[in-house]
């Protein structure tokens, strides 16, 4: 149990400290085999050990996404990546390198998960060495594919010049009937190969119909928006209900909103699915939780910390809707990194980029060994990249003399450690027994879901007024900043620009309490709220005269027109 502070007790916001149970089984179905991504087939490319199978997903899928190495067994988990050809979509699988005998623990469970992939594709993709030529470990594998249902494709990798080409025909002796010479580092064959890829798959699937529908009515929608046959929709303050009273100057946001209301509205139309990143140091039950969470062993899990290298993507099925889990690597301290093997440091940079590209990011932590500097500088870049974010306090069940008291208190402990993350739920969890983890992805959709809201303009200038009114800005160098105006600018995450006569002058304590009117008003809750401060100026739209001026203008007793109109209202 880490050490406690002596801190006034606050109570954590019901967002932290929610204990519902888990959704019913029923309602988390894993996408068993990863054909239920949008109804694609499966491809998965198999063989012995350092034979270029990265090398070949790499290419196929169009981009560096397994990690390379020239050694042998670097990859351990199954890798998938989508994959086209001759205007076929399908799933390309990635695995470790066949090995009939061994006595490894974690080579076992390498085995067992290329097993996985073999049945579950729909064609095999037989990589073999034609600088080596025919092995007993091609023969092992050969055997073991034998038995596998669907079509087999051999290729004969290394294959970069002609002579190479004409040592892959000695692999005719496996038992299958042609053997593709390639190069998968230089792409040389790589064409015929796909070819007989596309071929050998299986007819499309009412889905993947559907999607090529949906695609070209989108591309022609695109296409004739282009040629201004069409415009594109727009969500502006009109459709927020009415004109609310707001700062002065707000009037002059109108033209800027317009424009941000339409990106917004695109934006948060996309139908991706959310992207769950579960990130932490080794050996905190990552792949544990992940495994949990779908009911099956898509990840190697062992106590050797590090086994984990590449970031693996696997869609899971959650009520209606798909969520993409993303299992990475465990990230080390920087010195450890560096003097570490090469695979480390990729599978390190590896675990970086996946959480640049999700959406919701769940910081695992070992509620043994409690929240660790490391852990905090994770934290750190997950805030810096504008992620949301779950703090899942693993392996809770062996947390000793427990009380009612114990779970607050750790939160308490944690925020207090941190206080930058006092905007994170934290929930205490088991990876091994299924304690709440199903609860963990519950927070992690409903996150996703408050980092694309929308605030309207007319609200959140209500709520900016009424936060001034409540407390000024400070003086700064003997001036007071006045705020005019905001609108919200951008979301995932929620972005606001604020719009003042001297944006500098604005001190970070005033930041922070922006930040919490805006939480207390509208949630956000496990999302930062990134708030932009500019001068007046700078928003480039021409500045309206004062009702105040038009009324000396005008003459006592007479009103401006702008003041008839609002008392119309």
């Known amino acids: 149990m880490p050490r406690r502070r002596r801190a006034a007790p606050r109570r954590c916001r019901r967002s932290c400290t929610t204990r519902a149970p888990p959704r019913p089984r029923a309602l988390l179905r894993p996408v068993a085999r990863a054909q239920a991504q949008a109804g694609l087939p499966v491809v998965a490319i198999v063989g012995r050990p350092n034979v270029g199978k990265s090398t070949l ?17 670097t990859t351990r988990d199954r890798m998938y990546g989508d994959a086209e050809w001759n205007g076929r979509r399908f799933v390309v699988v990635d695995t470790g390198g066949l090995e009939v005998d061994t006595a490894d ?9 290329a097993r996985l992939a ?3 594709a729909d064609v095999i993709l037989f990589l073999v060495d034609a600088i080596s030529g025919v092995t007993p470990a091609d023969l092992e594998a050969a055997e073991l594919l034998r038995t596998a249902k669907a079509p087999l494709i051999v290729a004969a990798n290394k294959a970069d010049n002609t002579a190479r080409e004409a040592d892959a025909a000695e692999f005719w002796s496996l038992g299958w009937e042609e053997t593709y010479a390639i190069s998968a580092s230089h792409g040389r064959g790589t064409g015929d190969l796909l070819d007989a890829i596309a071929s050998a798959l299986p007819p499309e699937s009412e889905s993947e119909i559907a999607r090529k529908q949906r695609e070209a009515e989108a591309d022609e929608w695109a296409r004739d928006v282009a040629a201004g046959r069409l415009e594109p929709f727009v969500v502006g303050d009109e459709a927020d209900g009415g004109d609310d009273e707001e700062l002065d100057g707000t009037d002059e946001a109108d033209g800027v909103a317009a424009r941000w209301d339409a990106a917004i509205a695109v934006e948060a139309a996309s139908d991706e699915p959310a992207a769950v990143a579960f990130v932490g140091r080794p050996n905190v039950g990552k792949s544990s939780l992940l495994n949990s969470l779908l009911g099956e062993d898509r990840a190697i899990v062992s106590e050797v910390p590090g086994t984990t290298r590449d970031a693996i993507d696997t869609t899971l099925e959650w009520g209606r809707s798909e969520v993409v889990l993303i299992d990475t690597a465990g990230i080390r301290r920087r010195g450890k990194v560096a003097s570490g ?8 940079l590896r675990s970086l980029k996946a959480i640049s ?3 919701v990011a769940v910081l695992v932590i070992d509620a043994v060994e409690g929240l660790t500097a490391q ?9 810096e990249e504008g992620k949301g974010l779950v703090i899942a306090v693993n392996k809770w069940d062996l947390v000793e003399s427990k009380t009612d008291r114990t779970f607050d208190q ?11 993350l006092d905007f994170a739920p934290v929930l205490s969890i088991s990876a091994k027994t299924g304690q709440r983890v199903g609860r963990v992805l519950e927070m992690a959709i409903d996150i996703w879901g408050e980092r694309r809201k929308r605030v309207a303009t007319a609200e959140l200038n209500r709520v900016l007024r009424a936060a001034a009114e409540r407390q000024t800005p400070p003086i700064v160098k003997g001036r007071r900043p006045k705020l005019f105006y905001g609108t919200q600018a951008g979301v995932a995450p929620p972005t606001f620009v604020f719009f003042a006569n001297d944006s500098a002058a604005i001190h970070f304590s005033y930041r922070r309490y922006l930040e919490n009117r805006l939480r207390a008003e509208f949630g956000f809750d496990g999302t930062p709220i990134k708030l932009i401060f500019r001068d007046r100026e700078s928003a480039r739209l021409p500045r309206r005269r004062s009702s105040r001026r038009a009324t000396a203008r005008q003459g006592p007793g007479r009103r401006s027109p702008a003041s008839a109109r609002r008392s119309k209202r």
């Open 105 to 113: 623990p974690i080579e076992l469970k390498v085995q067992e998960q």
């Open 357 to 359: 590209r999700a959406d």
């Open 57 to 73: 997903f790499n290419r196929m899928v169009g981009k560096r996404q397994a990690i390379v190495e020239d050694r042998a067994r």
């Open 375 to 383: 852990d905090a500088h994770v934290a750190g870049y997950i805030v």
């Open 410 to 420: 750790y939160v308490e402990w944690i925020h207090n450690e941190v206080p930058f």
């Open 341 to 348: 093997p090469a695979a480390e440091r990729y599978s390190t």
């Open 118 to 120: 073999i049945g579950e």
